[in-house]
Every structure is written in C-alpha cells, then in structure tokens.
C-alpha cells in the first residue's frame, strides 16, 4: 500500500513539474513575441519622426525643389509638378509615397528606400540611384 502511495505521488509531482514547465515555456514566447512588435513599432515610429519634415535639393536650373512629409501623414511637392503622391508612411527603411487612384484603378505606391537619415540630411533610393536631400528648417 505504502508503494502504491508512494508511487503515486512521484507520477504527480513529475506531472506538475512538466505542465509548469510547458506554462513557463508558454509565457517566455508569448514575451518574446511582444518585444519583438514593440521593437519594429518603435523602430516605426522612430522612422516617421526622422523623415519627416521639409527635405529639398538643387535642381539643374538652380531651384529648390523636393517635398515635406507632414505629420499627419500629407505629402507637399515643393517645385516637383511630376509629384502626385498626396499621402506617406514610413516602415521598415522604406518610405512610401501615394497617389490617388484613377477612377476604377488602384493607388499608385512610390517607395523609396531609405539608405540614411541624419538630422540634416536624408539620402533615398528610387531604385535606379540614390538621392540625397537637406532638411529645409
């Protein structure tokens, strides 16, 4: 009988420690998994505080010419008549530029990459060529 009781109770104490360790090993993903989407949001969120802003550059002709993205998500061309995009996200190292859609069409995305952003300058790639711009205080 005593074997029995005995027996028992390591079968249940070997049960419990497997299930708390499953539990524990439940809850570290699950923290893991958060830190990792509050990372990439911040690093998100980081991205649109650095980009935006008034960026320019000189064209041939002597011009400024270039775009602000404002804060609430509005794109501005600055002497660049070929620019349709009206909206900007920013994620991932990329901006993206977009236009609105033709009647029955989709929206026209424009991305560019971002290869740096310091506080003076932002330098993006189109994809053919990298081009640099000045923050325009």
Do not use: R
């Amino acid at each position: 009988m005593k074997i029995n009781a005995l027996l028992f109770a390591i079968l249940f104490a070997g049960s419990m420690l497997f299930v708390s360790c499953g539990e524990t090993a439940t809850e570290e993903t699950t923290v893991e998994e958060t830190t990792e989407e509050a990372t990439a949001t911040t690093e998100t969120a980081a991205l649109d505080q650095q980009v935006a802003g008034t960026w320019v550059m000189m064209a041939e002709d002597g011009t400024e010419k270039g775009f602000s993205l404002n804060a609430d998500g509005t794109v501005a061309p600055i002497n660049m008549a070929d620019l349709a995009a009206t909206q900007w996200t920013a994620a991932d190292g990329k901006i993206m530029l977009t236009a609105p859609a033709a009647e029955g069409a989709e929206p026209v995305v424009t991305t560019w990459t971002v290869v740096g952003v310091t506080p003076e300058t932002l330098t993006v790639n189109d994809g053919t060529s990298d081009i640099v711009l000045t923050k325009k205080m």
